[in-house]
C-alpha cells in the first residue's frame, strides 16, 4: 500500500483528502503544519502533498527542509496560479503544482500519475551496477544516485529524470517540450516551458560549478538543453 503524507491546517479539508485517497487504496499520514509535515516525511513515505499556506511554517518552507532527505514527489496545493508563485515552489523543490478549487477527479489524476511516474522509474533499477559517467559527476541508475565529486546530491525525482533522460543521450539537443512530455507524460502546455526551466536551474545549483556558466547541462540557443 503506498503512504502519502498530507499536511494542511484546515482539519476539513484533511478529513476529505484522506477519505478521497483512502477509497482509491493509499494510506494517508496526516500532519497539521509545516512543523509537522517535515518531522513525519521518513523513508516509507511515496508522496507529499502540501498546502502552500500554512501559518508557522509554509508548504514552501516545508518542502525545502524535506529535500534534505527526500527525494519523494511533492504536490503542492494552493490557491495561487501565478506563474511566479509556482517557481518559488519549484525552487524549493516541489515537483507539480494543483491550484484551488480542484475536483476529488483531478487530485485523484495528479496522485496516480506522479506516484505511477515515480514507480515506473524506481521499478527500472537493475541488478547489475550502471554508471553514466560526465566530468566531475557520476550517475547509479541502479540507485539512482548521484555523486558529484565523490559526494552524493540529493534530487528531486523531477530533477533525477531529466538529468537521466539528457546523460543516457548525449549529444542530443532537447527542447523544453521534448523534455515536459518525456518526464511529465503530459501534454506540453504553454505554461509548461516556465516548469522546465525551473527545474533546469534547480539542476545546474546542484550540479554545476557556476550555474551562470554551466558545463554540464548546457544551452543550446533558440532549440533547448543537452549534455555533451
Not at 506522479?114 to 533499477?125: D, I, T
Not at 552524493?152 to 525525482?157: A, C, E, F, Q, S
Not at 523544453?176 to 527545474?199: C, G, K, R
Request: charged share 30%.
Amino acid at each position: 500500500m503506498k503512504k502519502i503524507l498530507f499536511a494542511d491546517d484546515d482539519p476539513e479539508i484533511r478529513e476529505v483528502v484522506r477519505i478521497l485517497l483512502a477509497r482509491d487504496g493509499y494510506e494517508v499520514v496526516e500532519a497539521v503544519n509545516g512543523i509537522e509535515a517535515v518531522e513525519k516525511a521518513d523513508h516509507t513515505i511515496d508522496l507529499i502533498i502540501l498546502d502552500v499556506m500554512m501559518p508557522g511554517c509554509s508548504g514552501v518552507e516545508a518542502c525545502g527542509e524535506i529535500r534534505k532527505k527526500s527525494s519523494a514527489p511533492i504536490l503542492f496545493l494552493t490557491a495561487k496560479s501565478r506563474d511566479r508563485d509556482k517557481e518559488e515552489g519549484f525552487a524549493a523543490g516541489g515537483d507539480d503544482y494543483l491550484v484551488k478549487p480542484f475536483s476529488s477527479v483531478e487530485l485523484k489524476a495528479r496522485v496516480n500519475a506522479m506516484l505511477r511516474r515515480y514507480c515506473v522509474y524506481k521499478g527500472k533499477k537493475g541488478t547489475e551496477r550502471e554508471v553514466i559517467s560526465l566530468p566531475g559527476l557520476e550517475i547509479f541508475a541502479d540507485t539512482e544516485e548521484v555523486i558529484k565529486n565523490g559526494e552524493r546530491v540529493l534530487l528531486t525525482d523531477i530533477e533525477y529524470r531529466i538529468l537521466l533522460l539528457l546523460a543516457e543521450n548525449r549529444k542530443k539537443t532537447y527542447t523544453t517540450q521534448d523534455i515536459y512530455e518525456a518526464v511529465w507524460n503530459e501534454p506540453f502546455l504553454f505554461s509548461s516551458n516556465n516548469t522546465v526551466m525551473v527545474h533546469i536551474r534547480n539542476l545546474r545549483k546542484k550540479l554545476e560549478a557556476d550555474p551562470q556558466n554551466p558545463r554540464c547541462i548546457r544551452n543550446v540557443w533558440g532549440k533547448g538543453y543537452r549534455i555533451d
